[in-house]
Nanobody, 126 residues
């Protein structure tokens, strides 16, 4: 199974971006997907997750109300819609998957995820 994150780019403060995480070689129903980010000089942090059954969603505090995670089963893709971006959102964003655990498993701890896609860079700058 491979994951491919895309959709990053340069955006002004207050702007929006929508990231995609495409899952290849596996069905989304069997994977909890987490979104993580790593800013320059900082540790990787969990941003959001969506459980295998799509019923449990989590966000880290700094993005609540601004970011929305969703998924399209038919396209085997998870999305991270980001609004009202600020300078602190600048980072490389990664998606990761986990198959173990119950159908409602969801986590923003990177140690809970076993397979990672390549990152996509989001730069918020005026």
């Amino acid at each position: 199974v491979q994951l491919q994150a895309s959709g990053g780019g340069l955006v002004q403060p207050g702007g929006s971006l929508k990231l995609s995480c495409a899952v290849f070689g596996g069905e989304l129903n069997y994977n909890a997907i987490g979104w993580f980010r790593q800013a320059p000089g900082k540790e990787r942090e969990g941003v959001s997750c969506i459980s295998r059954d799509g019923r449990k969603i989590m966000y880290t505090g700094s993005v609540k109300g601004r970011f929305t995670v969703s998924r399209d089963i038919a396209k085997n893709t998870v999305y991270l819609q980001m609004h009202n971006l600020n300078l602190e959102d600048t980072a490389v964003y990664y998606c990761a998957r986990r198959t173990a655990g119950g159908s409602t498993f969801c986590s923003t701890r990177d140690a809970d995820f076993v397979e990672w896609g390549q990152g996509t860079l989001v730069t918020v700058s005026s």
